[in-house]
T-cell receptor, first 112, second 112 residues
Framework: RKEVEQDPGPFNVPEGATVAFNCTYS??????FFWYRQDCRKEPKLLMS???SGNEDGRFTAQLNRASQYISLLIRDSKLSDSATYLC?????????????FGTGTQLKVEL | DVKVTQSSRYLVKRTGEKVFLECVQD?????MFWYRQDPGLGLRLIYF???????EKGDIPEGYSVSREKKERFSLILESASTNQTSMYLC???????????FGSGTRLTVV
């Protein structure tokens, strides 16, 4: 089983729609959680951290459910510029300390 | 903003060559990482370093080595390049183990 699993998509949505992505992780000891955004042929960029109480940044809302070991990202009022791949990321405790483990990403395409 | 600079955007090397990929960060970060990214497999950690002259194996260290002689520079070495090492290589740095990473723009390596 992969440590971090995401639906690869693509999710094709019209501009203005609300779209949600889920991600599950297997290590119950995971401590930190993030969503990254990656544009085609570019490097990943941190979108937002995910906190236990849930957090919001403009049109983006992230939620964490530790009991069920999943993370979600909600995007409201989708823009064309939101088209990208969204990577779910968790920290995994290793002998050398915590390291980030990435999901393979969910592709979002926002259309006119 | 933190800047992570990778020395080459594109590289083409021959099988059996020794290849050096350089990464420099300008924010005095302790932690540096090398990932490779392949379609369908996502980002996989090759090596990481939490301090000068310190290195830890990631998930796929075979065929690679690293060097961190100075805090700002983390080099990835392919001792004898093989075609299965054709990939996008991404360097990242972070201020702490539980913080998000800043990535370089990547080096797309092709081994022929």
């Amino acid at each position: 089983r992969k440590e971090v699993e995401q639906d690869p998509g693509p999710f094709n949505v019209p501009e203005g729609a609300t779209v949600a992505f889920n991600c599950t992780y297997s290590n119950s000891a995971s401590q930190s959680f993030f969503w990254y955004r990656q544009d085609c042929r570019k490097e990943p960029k941190l979108l937002m951290s995910v906190y236990s109480s849930g957090n919001e940044d403009g049109r983006f809302t992230a939620q964490l459910n530790r009991a069920s070991q999943y993370i979600s990202l909600l995007i409201r009022d989708s823009k064309l510029s939101d088209s990208a791949t969204y990577l779910c990321v968790v920290t995994i405790l290793t002998g050398g300390g915590n390291k980030l483990t990435f999901g393979t990403g969910t592709q979002l395409k926002v259309e006119l | 903003d933190v800047k992570v600079t990778q020395s080459s955007r594109y590289l083409v090397k021959r099988t059996g060559e020794k290849v050096f990929l350089e990464c420099v960060q300008d924010m005095d970060h302790e932690n540096m990482f090398w990932y490779r990214q392949d379609p369908g497999l996502g980002l996989r950690l090759i090596y990481f370093s939490y301090d000068v002259k310190m290195k830890e194996k990631g998930d796929i260290p075979e065929g690679y080595s690293v060097s961190r002689e100075k805090k700002e520079r983390f080099s990835l070495i392919l001792e004898s390049a093989s075609t299965n090492q054709t990939s996008m290589y991404l360097c990242a740095s972070s201020v702490g183990q539980d913080y998000g990473y800043t990535f370089g723009s990547g080096t797309r390596l092709t081994v022929v």
